[in-house]
């Protein structure tokens, strides 16, 4: 399956973050997700073969990356409090098949 | 933007009985939708999913109708039982052409509660 680490993190505001991920083998799409307490997850970004292939209502500072050996990377600088949620990475065996998911890094910003 | 919604945000029911969760969606465009549950702590976990070309898809004790004229989609889950207590969550693909199911537009979710 999708595994992330941290599964908790604490920052503080201004910091930068790196959240990882490990898609399940042969996956070659990644996509990064915010879910914020009680609502739904909202698209960040996703990659497909190491390239950024769509994004969501997200500054800049979120990027990301995507490595050949099944794994990817979420990365955000200058941390603010709003960004307190759970980022859930998700991938798929291609573009038309529906993404699973892992069980996310609770992050917390103070 | 167009979203995706839910009308009842929670649902109690008793052990044994059928559930129906319902969606509105707003993007007449949008050609691929999917269920997912997530329990407390978890990520969310595929559940079944439809596309537009089809009504109805049935899959073990859950079957997803789909209404294109009003926008309605709907999961039913049969005999339902203490584990299926979670938010369950619609969500409908955004990405151009239905080409990328990767981006998904979200609801809020319903909290199903089963009762023993």
């Known amino acids: 399956g999708v595994t992330q680490s941290p599964t908790h993190l604490i920052k503080t505001r201004g910091q930068q973050v790196t959240l990882r991920c490990s898609s399940q083998?042969?996956?070659?799409?990644v996509s990064w997700y915010q879910q914020a307490l009680g609502q739904g997850p909202q698209f960040i970004f996703q990659?497909?073969?190491?390239?950024?292939?769509g994004r969501g209502n997200f500054p800049p500072r979120f990027s990301g990356l995507q490595f050949p050996n099944d794994s990817s990377e979420l990365n955000v600088n200058a941390l603010e409090l709003d960004d307190s949620a759970l980022y859930l990475c998700?991938?798929?065996?291609?573009?038309?098949?529906?993404?699973?998911f892992g069980n996310g890094t609770r992050l917390t910003v103070t | 933007g167009e979203s995706v919604g839910l009308h009842l945000p929670t649902l109690s029911v008793q052990e044994g009985d059928n559930s129906i969760i319902n969606c509105a969606y707003s993007?007449?465009?949008?050609?691929?939708f999917i269920w997912y549950k997530q329990e407390s702590g978890k990520g969310p976990q595929f559940i079944i999913d439809?596309?537009?070309?089809?009504d109805k898809r049935q899959g073990q004790r859950v079957t997803v109708l789909l209404n294109k004229t009003v926008k309605h989609l709907s999961l039913q889950i049969a005999a339902t039982q203490p584990g299926d207590s979670a938010v369950y969550f619609c969500?409908?693909?955004?990405?151009?052409?239905?080409?990328?199911?990767?981006?998904?537009?979200f609801g809020q979710g319903t909290i199903l509660t089963v009762h023993p």
């Open positions: 998700a991938s798929s065996r291609d573009s038309n098949s529906p993404l699973h």
């Open positions: 083998s042969g996956h070659n799409t």
């Open positions: 990659y497909y073969r190491e390239e950024e292939n």
């Open positions: 993007n007449s465009a949008s050609d691929y």
């Open positions: 439809i596309r537009s070309n089809m």
């Open positions: 969500a409908e693909n955004i990405g151009a052409g239905g080409t990328s199911y990767g981006k998904l537009t």
